[in-house]
């Protein structure tokens, strides 16, 4: 039996955004996201590749800011089920401005219903920045 490595929360969440990677843009589907990584569909089965670095910009809602999340593809999922082909991609964040981290953090707890659901999982994650401080 595996035992479960995350530590942050994934959200079940429904938006749309522009993924940019090796100088193409797809239209993607936003399935979950975390403080951590997120996992979107796109509504073809194509062949990417993984070693490139991307850009997601997504928007909560037409009222929200636009959050930019940089990061790299962890898996690869291909789906050619009755309808149409679709690949659903899991990213790890490698970069976020502080900006677009209140705007996540801020979806994550307004999608969560629970007031305190981040207080631990975004101590975590300022753990990891400082460590990655120089010096």
Do not use: W
């Amino acid at each position: 039996m595996s035992e479960e490595k995350r530590q942050f929360q994934r959200l079940p969440i429904n938006m749309h955004g522009q993924l940019n990677i090796a100088e193409h843009t797809y239209t993607v589907q936003v399935l979950d996201l975390s403080l951590q990584g997120v996992r979107v569909r796109l509504d073809n089965d194509m062949s990417l590749d993984i070693s490139q670095p991307l850009t997601l910009t997504i928007q909560a809602n037409e009222d929200s800011p636009e959050m930019t999340l940089f990061g790299q593809i962890t898996h690869v999922q291909h789906d050619t089920g009755d309808t149409a082909a679709t690949t659903v991609l899991g990213m790890q964040l490698t970069h976020i401005s502080l900006d677009d981290l209140a705007t996540l953090r801020r979806v994550l707890l307004l999608n969560s219903g629970e007031q305190d659901m981040d207080t631990h999982e975004l101590m975590i994650l300022l753990d990891r920045i400082a460590e990655a401080l120089p010096g």
